[in-house]
C-alpha cells in the first residue's frame, strides 16, 4: 500500500553508462516531479509532469529526460552519466496543479545513485 | 532571487526540552510556506503549511510554525521533543496562486539535522 514508489532504491554505475529510475504513485494524484538531493541534502526540483506534459525543466542538462507513460508513472532516464550525477533523486506527487493541495507533495523513498 | 535560508545546520536537543528550528526566506510576495520532515534513509513527509489566514498553523506529530510577515519568517516549534523526532527538517516556500511562478515549484532550505539527547 506504498503511496509512491522508486525502484531501484540503490543503482551504482559506471560513467558513461546509461540508467532509468522509475518511480510509480497510487494516490490517483495528476502531478509527479522529480528531486534531486546532493551530498549537501540540497533539495531542488528538476522536472514535474502534468497530465502526461512538462511544466517544469529546472536548467538540468539535457541527459536527463522524464518519461511518463500514464499518470501514475513518471521515470527517470539519465544518458552518459557523469560522476556529479551521483546523488540521491526523489520522485513526489501532488493533485493538479490549480488548486491549493497541489503544494502537498507526497515524496518517494529516494533512489540513491552512485556514479564510478 | 526567491530563496530560503535555515540558519541552524544541526540542533541538538535533550528529549523532553523545547525546539525551535528557525527558517528565513526571500520572494517577491508572501508565498506558501512548508515545513517537512526527512528521517533517515526516507523520502520527506509534509509537517505542516501555510497559505493565509491565522499566523500560527499546526501540524502533525505535535509541530507547529508560526508565520512572521515583518521578520520573513517561519520558525517551527515544538514544546517536548520525543526521540523519534531525530531527523532532517526542511522549510520550503511556493509561489502563491496567481503569482506568476511555477505553481508547485517548491524552493527548499538546505535542511537543519535534529539530534536528540536521551
Known amino acids: 500500500d506504498t503511496a509512491v514508489s522508486q525502484t531501484p532504491k540503490y543503482l551504482v554505475t559506471q560513467m558513461g553508462n546509461d540508467k532509468s529510475i522509475k518511480c510509480e504513485q497510487n494516490?490517483?494524484?495528476?502531478?509527479m516531479y522529480w528531486y534531486k538531493q546532493d551530498s549537501k541534502k540540497f533539495l531542488k526540483i528538476m522536472f514535474s509532469?502534468?497530465?502526461?506534459?512538462?511544466?517544469i525543466n529546472e536548467t538540468v542538462p539535457n541527459r536527463f529526460s522524464p518519461k511518463s507513460p500514464d499518470k501514475a508513472h513518471l521515470n527517470l532516464h539519465i544518458n552518459s552519466l557523469e560522476l556529479g550525477d551521483s546523488a540521491v533523486y526523489f520522485c513526489a506527487s501532488s493533485h493538479t496543479l490549480v488548486r491549493l493541495n497541489s503544494y502537498e507533495q507526497y515524496f518517494g523513498p529516494g533512489t540513491r545513485l552512485t556514479v564510478t | 532571487a526567491q530563496s530560503v535560508t535555515q540558519p541552524d545546520i544541526h540542533i541538538t536537543v535533550s528529549e523532553g526540552a523545547s525546539l525551535e528550528l528557525r527558517c528565513n526566506y526571500s520572494?517577491?510576495?508572501?508565498?506558501?510556506l512548508f515545513w517537512y520532515v526527512q528521517s533517515p534513509g526516507q523520502g520527506l513527509q509534509l509537517l505542516l503549511k501555510y497559505f493565509s489566514g491565522d499566523t500560527l498553523v499546526q501540524g502533525i506529530k505535535g509541530f507547529e510554525a508560526e508565520f512572521k510577515r515583518s521578520q520573513s519568517s517561519f520558525n517551527l516549534r515544538k514544546p517536548s521533543v520525543h526521540w523519534s523526532d531525530a531527523a532532517e527538517y526542511f522549510c520550503?516556500?511556493?509561489?502563491?496562486?496567481?503569482?506568476?511562478?511555477?505553481?508547485?515549484?517548491?524552493?527548499f532550505g538546505k535542511g537543519t539535522k535534529l539530534s536528540v539527547k536521551p
Open positions: 520572494y517577491g510576495a508572501t508565498p506558501y
Open positions: 494516490l490517483g494524484h495528476d502531478t
Open positions: 509532469y502534468n497530465n502526461k506534459e512538462l511544466i
Open positions: 520550503a516556500v511556493g509561489a502563491p496562486m496567481n503569482y506568476g511562478g511555477s505553481q508547485g515549484n517548491l524552493i
